[in-house]
């Protein structure tokens, strides 16, 4: 009996014991789901914390008062003079420096230093266009003269000192739509070394007051910066009109812009190695102010394409197509006359889309002439008769 006795007790001992173990291990794994769980709300209190917090303003320092206290321009609008946090050095403060405000008190507690405003920096081109001097047709004048004029003074201004005159600071190129302006900008970002920073005129006509000509100092800044550096802005109407003595609100700002612009390119800090390019189509309508020499020193047109620079451009489009059979230059060139390079472009594009109608994976010239009678309108359908086969689509009396 004793032994039975014995037995019993030490069974009911492993058992105890592996209660107790088991108890063990849920108290730790409770501990543990009970610090996951603090930490969560405490993560949650501090969210709370953050959306109840009142947003900052931000602002910049213009001056910085005896007592201690600083004027600063609010970019909600007006000048403020507010006191600084005890957090604050005042000697970290300068005119300039961006600081964000208390929403409540309107107080300094935060240095926000140098920002770069992301509109600008996005203007930046970082991967250069895949467009060099040998993609535009027609132009040999052209590039030459712009080159001169923005290459030239970045990789060899010793030249410019030594012949005693200051190097040009920018160029105006204008013609009729679709003449290759932009492109042109873009083969000079692709071939030079220098930053290239693009932006459409536009994007400077902007709401509120001195938006607009802060966003022009901001772009010079930047390209000062990054110099050997350069600006191009593209259809510089939309900011450069005539100015008059009477306008909306909204001209009015337009013309702060124009001015900011205007002494940017010709006022007292110097452009450097900063070269600007600025493309129009309405030349006849720009402030005299943007056209005197020292601030475009070369206004250089960029006209339709004669008929030798038609063949060039249809031969640089062609030359990246899958072409069958022989073209005929000649004949696309004077079938095209009046078009520009946009227009040739365009029928480049249309021939292909008609070789794919026809079940092709290769063009032939006879889906060029369609493609020009398509784009142009120049030859009537009454010209143009299929025959044959689907794969051979013949031009009647385009010569």
């Known amino acids: ?70 004027i600063v321009k609010s970019s909600t609008g007006p000048n403020l003079i507010v006191n600084v946090s005890s957090k604050i050095d005042v000697s970290q403060l300068k005119p300039g420096t961006l600081v964000a405000l208390n929403n409540r008190g ?57 012949l005693g005159i200051e190097p040009p600071k920018g160029v105006l190129l204008y013609g009729p739509p679709g003449t290759g302006k932009t492109l042109l900008a873009k083969a000079i970002a692709g071939e030079s070394n220098a930053t290239f920073i693009r932006l459409v ?29 350069i600006v191009l802005i593209d259809e510089i109407d939309a900011i450069a ?42 030349l006849d309508i720009l402030d005299p102010a943007i056209l005197r020499p020292g601030r475009f020193d070369r206004i250089i047109q960029i006209p339709l394409p004669d008929y030798k620079a038609r063949k060039e451009i249809f031969s640089i489009y062609i030359r990246k197509m899958n072409v069958k059979g022989e073209i005929d230059y000649d004949k696309l060139s004077k079938l095209s006359e009046g078009a520009s390079g946009a227009d040739i472009k365009a029928i480049c594009t249309e021939a292909g889309y008609i070789a794919i109608r026809n079940g092709r994976d290769y063009v032939v010239m006879n889906d060029f002439i369609l493609a020009i009678g398509k784009v142009l309108n120049k030859i009537k359908p009454d ?4 025959v044959k086969s689907r794969d051979q689509v013949v031009g009647a009396n385009y010569m």
Do not use: W
């Open 241 to 282: 009109a005539k100015r008059l003595d009477v306008g909306t609100t909204g001209e009015r700002e337009i013309h702060r812009t124009l001015t900011q612009l205007l002494a940017e390119l010709d006022g007292f800090d110097p452009l450097d190695r900063v070269k600007v390019i600025a493309t129009t189509n309405r």
């Open 383 to 386: 010209y143009l008769t299929t």
């Open 106 to 162: 309107s107080e300094i507690i935060e240095v926000i230093g140098d920002r770069e405003d992301p509109v600008i920096k996005a203007m930046e081109i970082i991967e250069r266009p895949k467009v060099g001097y040998r993609d535009i047709g027609g132009l040999q004048d052209q590039i030459r003269e712009v080159r001169e004029v923005i290459e030239l003074p970045l990789i060899n201004p010793e030249l410019f000192r030594k």
């Open 1 to 70: 009996m004793a032994n039975e006795y014995d037995d019993d007790s030490s069974l009911i001992d492993r058992d105890l014991e592996e209660y107790i173990k088991y108890l063990e291990r849920t108290i730790r794994e409770l501990q543990r789901e009970k610090g996951l769980y603090e930490k969560e709300l405490a993560q949650c209190r501090m969210e709370i914390e953050k959306l109840l917090q009142p947003p900052l303003i931000e602002a910049t320092v213009l001056e910085i008062l005896p007592d201690n206290r600083v």
């Open 201 to 229: 005129a536009s994007e400077l006509a902007q709401k509120f007051i001195g938006e607009g000509a802060r966003m022009v100092r901001e772009v010079f800044r930047l390209a000062r910066k990054k110099a050997p550096s």
